[in-house]
């Protein structure tokens, strides 16, 4: 059973920074696309950022591109979106996502597994 827990959210004040963490059991991030996507109240989830299962393939929202990195570690199957200069429009739930195709995709339809979600609160 293919798992995802994401941690590291919390509040945080206009360009400060936060790295969010996903711990993945079940499934290798080193096999699989992995993805960061954020949901604020009455909206869809929004495509942050993703990688190829290698991570030699990344992409992101255009409107976090030079501010967030997403990042995988093998050894230990973890997948992190580090997050600088936030800003208060990046106030969100933050999910972790995981898709079996190997390449990255920002159709959320495509990913199979999500965590739980943790908040993200930037402060003005």
């Known amino acids: 059973q293919v798992q995802l827990v994401e941690s590291g959210g919390g509040l945080v004040q206009t360009g400060g920074s936060l790295r969010l963490s996903c711990a993945a059991s079940?499934?290798?991030?080193?096999?699989?696309?992995m993805a960061w996507f954020r949901r604020t109240p009455g909206k869809e989830r929004d495509f942050v950022a993703a990688s190829n299962f290698s991570g030699s393939d990344t992409d992101y929202a255009d409107s976090v591109k030079g501010r967030f990195t997403i990042s995988r570690d093998g050894v230990n199957n973890m997948v992190y979106l580090q997050m600088n200069s936030l800003k208060p429009e990046d106030t969100a739930v933050y999910y972790c996502?995981?898709?079996?195709?190997?390449?990255?995709?920002?159709?959320?339809?495509?990913?199979?597994?999500w965590g739980q979600g943790t908040q993200v609160t930037v402060s003005s």
């Open positions: 079940g499934r290798s991030v080193g096999t699989y696309a």
């Open positions: 996502a995981s898709h079996s195709g190997p390449g990255p995709s920002v159709e959320a339809w495509k990913y199979d597994y």
